[in-house]
């Protein structure tokens, strides 16, 4: 049994919680592979909104198992409140959710160490979220991070001490002003650390092999988007991990050969959060209504997301290196009431025509071309079929289809998960 893949082919946002919550039903265990709590996975059902950060988005199915990977990194006192937010909802927690040894953990030194380099770099700040998750991702690869297993030894204590007395060293020599009570910071984490013992910790990459040869069918859940990549994305305007689809390898011990299908999740439009580049991001009155219809607020901080048309250029660039099977396309009611619609089919690069994503696209070096079609004025909330969407959609999805060479299987309508059309 190969294991499934949804990702997100855009500067993150797109969807992906909404679509794993849609697919669970089909699957045995929702195995998120890489991130953090910089992550926002947004459901909708029963006219109640929930935001995960850490928890795969498959926990309130109580058939599915939630294995929480290697890849990524968990803050003990983000993950606590998360569990605290679910009680309410009666799920057998320490029966569904299970986490990696091998997961590295954020400090609380490490998120003060985020928010002292961010300070230190003034005007040319990544736009971090601040969470830790950059400096536990230098740890990690620094081969002095605290793992999830470590929780198991007596001596882990001690080991924390000494990486954050480490870390207190660091903070100083970026040389900013920083309040901090680290006594208080710390006694939140070690009562969270509490709480997330009583979990069951497993050596996933096993785990999910026995699963694999009993049968068991796995999706693999990614958190931010492709264009984040921190090998392939916008850098330096990325996050710390590898958001594609090999991260997913890497993130939970599957071989390349095992990854079934590869489902893409991208928006009818583009978003970003924080700076980088981005060439079709609007400025004018189309920006705003997108921003303001498609409710375009980050889920982690709350942060307005830039908006933007399609960029087919930089969406073929991330089809291509996740290998995608299948399309999931998001937000289409967002543009409804648009007459015009506008697509980025090429870039003008250096005076030249090119419709592949070139090694720097900052705005001097790169103008998006565009091709226009004609938009639709239907309410397609309601509609739950996709024969009785307008043909002015179809079209637009039909000509999505053939640039991209790769079936758009889903269409999405709104936010709750019963507004989500299958088009097969």
């Known amino acids: 049994m190969n294991v499934d893949l949804l990702l997100g082919l855009q500067w993150g946002d797109e969807g992906k919680g909404k679509i794993v919550d849609v697919l669970t039903q089909k699957y045995d265990i929702i195995a998120r592979f ?5 992550a926002g996975h947004t459901l909708e059902f029963d006219g109640i909104k929930h935001v995960l950060h850490t928890i795969p988005s498959g926990i309130f199915h109580k058939n599915a198992i939630n294995i929480v990977g290697n890849g990524v990194v968990i ?3 983000i993950f606590k409140k998360e569990l605290d937010n679910l009680e309410k909802f009666n799920i057998d927690i320490e029966k569904v959710l299970v986490v990696s040894r091998k997961a590295h953990i954020i400090l609380p030194t490490h998120r003060l160490l985020d928010a002292a380099s961010e300070a230190a770099k003034g ?3 990544i736009g971090s979220t601040l969470k830790g998750i950059g400096p536990t991702y230098m740890d990690k690869t620094g081969r002095n991070g605290i793992r999830i297993g470590d929780l198991e ?7 924390y001490r000494k990486l954050a007395n480490k870390h207190e060293e660091m903070i100083a020599f970026y040389g900013v002003e920083l309040e901090y009570n680290l006594e208080a910071l710390e006694a939140e984490f070690f009562s ?4 997330l013992k009583k979990l069951t910790f497993i050596d996933s990459e096993e785990y999910i092999y026995q699963a694999r040869k009993v049968g068991k069918s796995i999706l693999a859940e990614g958190a931010q988007g ?3 990549d921190v090998d392939f994305g916008t850098y330096p305007f990325v996050t710390s991990s590898n958001t594609t689809a090999a991260g997913a390898c890497t993130g939970l011990g599957v071989a390349p050969n095992h990854i079934g299908e590869v489902i893409g999740i991208f928006k009818a439009y583009t978003t970003r959060v924080g700076s980088g580049p981005f060439p079709t991001e609007l400025f004018d009155e189309d920006g705003k209504i997108m921003a303001k219809v498609g409710n375009e607020f980050g889920s982690t901080t709350g942060r307005a997301r830039r908006c933007g048309w399609l960029d087919l250029v930089a969406l073929k660039y991330a089809v291509q290196i996740n290998g995608v099977t299948q399309l999931t396309m998001m937000k289409a009611d967002v543009l409804s009431g648009f007459d015009t619609l506008k697509i980025c089919t090429s870039y003008e690069y250096k005076g030249q025509k090119i419709d592949h994503l070139p090694y720097n696209i900052e705005p001097e070096n790169v103008q998006p071309i565009y091709t226009e079609m ?3 004025q239907a309410d397609l909330t309601g509609i739950k079929n996709y024969s009785d969407l307008p043909a002015e959609l179809d079209a637009y999805v039909q000509y999505l289809e053939k640039e991209l060479e790769v079936p758009i299987t889903v269409v999405s309508v709104g936010p709750d998960r019963t507004q989500t059309i299958n088009r097969k």
């Open 226 to 228: 492709s264009l984040l």
């Open 75 to 77: 803050d003990p006192v």
């Open 123 to 125: 005007k040319e700040k």
């Open 374 to 376: 004609k938009g639709w």
């Open 192 to 195: 969270a650390v509490e709480t």
């Open 153 to 159: 030894l007596e001596d882990w204590k001690e080991r």
């Open 34 to 38: 890489q991130g953090g709590p910089n």
